[in-house]
């Protein structure tokens, strides 16, 4: 995949497209993508190709596309993060292509949808993915939704990342080479674009933390912050081995203070 800071910064959602079913090639090398990516769970995702037409699935706010993937994982513990980071690595591969996409967890008739991948009791459609080419122009709906959520703005790096505890802002210039990986993470996509994660950077490691809102957390989807995790887990992976900064994963959490309402996610050790 080409740069993936440049991938984060021209990815939006797209939820408007032109009408223009994928050609056979993107869809067999978006496939091939959904089959070759990993987490650092080890936990496996899969998916099918749906037809909105033939499985009478209905995505509100989306025009211009019948077609969707549609993804099942087993809801087991980490299930969201894993979710999260393999998926991305999807969506930043069909921006790579010209290929639009957006995140769904909720705007769906999701029964329909939960139909369509006959999933068994132990597992779940977190969230699926409308996928095709971009219109020229958004329709005006997508232009709302995107003025409700703030869709083109983000938190600044001070706000989410921190240096060695939490009551210290880090600066792009205190984070050297980590400066760009980390502008990576702060633009990824997010559940309501709330931008859930907060990184601590110390000498030796980077400690992802999540700050909950209310209301993401339900019987059908799990935590849908979690994922927002796994994607920005998978950004800052992806960055730090373009610029080869070797990492390891761990889930040790260094029990550093917090306020309430943040959560210890998992680490990344500057191998
Ligand atoms: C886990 C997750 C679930 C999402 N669910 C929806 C959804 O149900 N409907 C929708 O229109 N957008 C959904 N989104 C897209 C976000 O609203 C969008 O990523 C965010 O507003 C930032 O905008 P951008 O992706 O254009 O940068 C979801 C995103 C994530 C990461």
């Avoid at 703005?153 to 210039?173: C, H, I, M, Q, Y």
């Avoid at 859930?196 to 993401?216: L, M």
Wanted: net charge neutral.
């Amino acid at each position: 995949m080409e740069n993936i800071l440049q991938l984060a910064r021209q990815r939006r959602s797209v939820r408007t497209f032109n009408g223009q079913r994928l050609s056979g090639t993107d869809l067999e090398k978006l496939k091939a993508c959904m089959v070759e990516v990993e987490n650092p769970y080890g936990i496996p995702v899969s998916f099918r190709l749906l037809d909105a037409r033939e499985q009478q699935l209905k995505c509100p706010v989306v025009t211009g596309t019948e077609q969707f993937l549609g993804t099942k994982i087993r809801l087991v513990s980490h299930a969201e993060e894993a979710f999260g980071y393999s998926l991305e690595q999807v969506v930043l591969y069909a921006q790579s292509l010209g290929i639009g996409t957006v995140w769904v967890g909720g705007t769906m008739n999701r029964a329909a949808f939960e139909k369509a991948m006959d999933l068994t009791a132990e597992e779940r459609m977190l969230c699926m993915f409308p996928i095709g080419y971009p219109a020229e122009k958004m329709a005006v709906r997508e232009i709302m939704m995107r003025k409700g959520v703030k869709a083109d703005n983000r938190l600044s790096f001070g706000e989410v990342f921190f240096d060695g505890s939490f009551d210290k802002a880090l600066t792009p210039e205190k984070a050297g080479v980590l400066a760009e990986v980390l502008e990576a993470v702060r633009l990824a996509p997010s559940a309501v674009n709330k931008q859930p994660w907060r990184v601590v950077v110390t000498d030796t490691a980077a400690h992802f933390y999540k700050k909950t809102s209310k209301g993401f957390v339900s019987q059908t989807n799990g935590d849908m912050q979690k994922i927002d995790m796994g994607i920005a887990l998978a950004h800052f992976a992806l960055a730090a081995a373009e610029r080869g900064l070797p990492l390891r994963f761990e889930l040790a959490d260094p029990q550093l203070p917090t306020e309430a309402g943040t959560e210890y996610i998992a680490t990344y050790c500057f191998a």
